[in-house]
C-alpha cells in the first residue's frame, strides 16, 4: 500500500488525534448513572431495592438507595446516601451510609456502611446487603444474591 493510500484511511481509534490528544477509554468512562428498582419475590419472601446514583467527573458518587425485606420475621428497611459506584463489565458495585433503617429484630442501622453487588445485564440479580464492618467503600455485598423478578435497573 502507498503512503498516498494510507492517506485516504480513517484514522485509527488506537492513534492520538489531530491535537494529539490520546484517544479516550469508553470503557471506562462509559458508565456514569444507575437508576432502577428491583423487586426479588422468593416463597414467604420480597426484597427491593432502589438505587439512583452517578458518579461526577470528578470520581465523586452522589445519589441515594432504599432496601426493604418483607420475611416471616418481619420488615427490615433502611435509606442510604450513595458515597460510591463502580462499573464492570455489566456489574455495578454500590455503596453508602444508612441514613435511616432497622431489622425486623429492632436493630438501629443509620450511620452504618452499606454494599450492595448488582447484575444489570442479561438475567439480572442483586446481593444481599453488606451492613458494617464488612460494607467496604465500593467493596461490594455479600456473596448471596437473589433474582431480580419485577423491573430491573438501568446503567448509562
Do not use: Y
Not at 458515597?83 to 429492632?106: M, N, P, Q, W, Y
Not at 442483586?126 to 433474582?147: H, K, M, W, Y
Amino acid at each position: 500500500m502507498s503512503i498516498a493510500a494510507l492517506a485516504l484511511l480513517a484514522p485509527s481509534p488506537a492513534f492520538a488525534d489531530a491535537g494529539g490528544n490520546p484517544p479516550i477509554d469508553s470503557s471506562a468512562s462509559a458508565s456514569h448513572r444507575i437508576n432502577g428498582a428491583a423487586v426479588s419475590s422468593l416463597p414467604e419472601d420480597q426484597r427491593r431495592l432502589s438505587v439512583e446514583g452517578k458518579l461526577g467527573s470528578d470520581g465523586v458518587a452522589d445519589g441515594r438507595l432504599s432496601f426493604t425485606h418483607q420475611s416471616p420475621s418481619g420488615l427490615s428497611h433502611f435509606t442510604a446516601r450513595v458515597t460510591c459506584l463502580e462499573f464492570h463489565d455489566g456489574r455495578t458495585e454500590v455503596s453508602g451510609t444508612i441514613t435511616k433503617g432497622e431489622t425486623a429484630a429492632g436493630v438501629i442501622l443509620d450511620g452504618k456502611m452499606v454494599a450492595f453487588t448488582l447484575d444489570t445485564e442479561g438475567a439480572q440479580n442483586f446481593s444481599l446487603p453488606q451492613i458494617g464492618p464488612g460494607a467496604a467503600n465500593c467493596g461490594g455485598g455479600r456473596d448471596e444474591t437473589v433474582p431480580v423478578t419485577q423491573a430491573g435497573f438501568h446503567v448509562r
